[in-house]
């Protein structure tokens, strides 16, 4: 018989030390059709490059399932007049072999707490997710954030909607 284990999704910080973490996110991959996102092979190099964006791993116990970035700059301007106080969630993926079992949404629902406690000077954290991809628009609805109504039109594949996630 099949044994049920406890799931505990943690969000931490990915610090240029943490050489297991990384080696461990630098092996995800992403299928095309899911494109959405890059993974972290992609994007940690563009973090570790900008002291304005954030490389946060997303762990089921000890094991790194994905990754997101929280940045103060990127295309955050496009999308709000009040930058300040503001971070922009992107590149947000579980990778596919942890797909499909709730992690996601659990890490979207810790988002709030993990920023209080990393980023005291933010009350608001905003994201865009393509109409195309339903499966995350529900992730991140279900972890706590709100559709703005807002769109924004300029997606590497296609419009997107304005999330927001208020501290
Ligand atoms: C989107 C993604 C983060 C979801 O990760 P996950 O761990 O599988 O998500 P969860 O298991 O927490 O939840 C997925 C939810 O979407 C639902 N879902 C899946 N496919 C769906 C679809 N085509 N339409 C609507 N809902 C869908 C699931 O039923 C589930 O909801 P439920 O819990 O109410 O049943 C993951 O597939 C991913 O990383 N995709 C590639 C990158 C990406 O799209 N990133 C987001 C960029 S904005």
């Given at each position: 018989m099949g044994r049920v284990r406890p799931m505990s999704v943690t969000l931490r910080l990915v610090r240029p030390e943490d050489s297991g973490l990384r080696a461990q996110l630098m092996a995800h991959t992403l299928p095309p059709?899911?494109?959405?996102?890059?993974p972290a092979r992609d994007t940690l190099p563009l973090a570790d490059a900008d002291p304005g964006r954030t490389s946060v791993a997303i762990l089921d116990g000890d094991l790194p399932v994905g990754m997101f970035q929280l940045d103060r700059g990127g295309f955050l301007p496009e999308i709000t007049d009040r930058v300040e106080g503001t971070l922009l969630l992107r590149a947000f993926y579980v990778a596919p072999p942890f797909q499909?079992?709730?992690?996601?949404?659990?890490?979207?629902?810790?988002?709030?707490d993990f920023v209080r406690a990393t980023f005291p000077d933010v009350d608001r954290v905003l994201l865009t997710v393509n109409h195309a991809n339903p499966a995350a628009a529900r992730c991140y609805l279900r972890g706590g954030f709100a559709d703005t109504g807002q769109d924004y039109l300029v997606g590497r594949r296609g419009p997107q909607d304005v999330f927001a996630l208020q501290l």
């Open positions: 059709e899911q494109d959405f996102a890059r499909g079992r709730g992690l996601a949404t659990r890490a979207v629902a810790a988002v709030a």
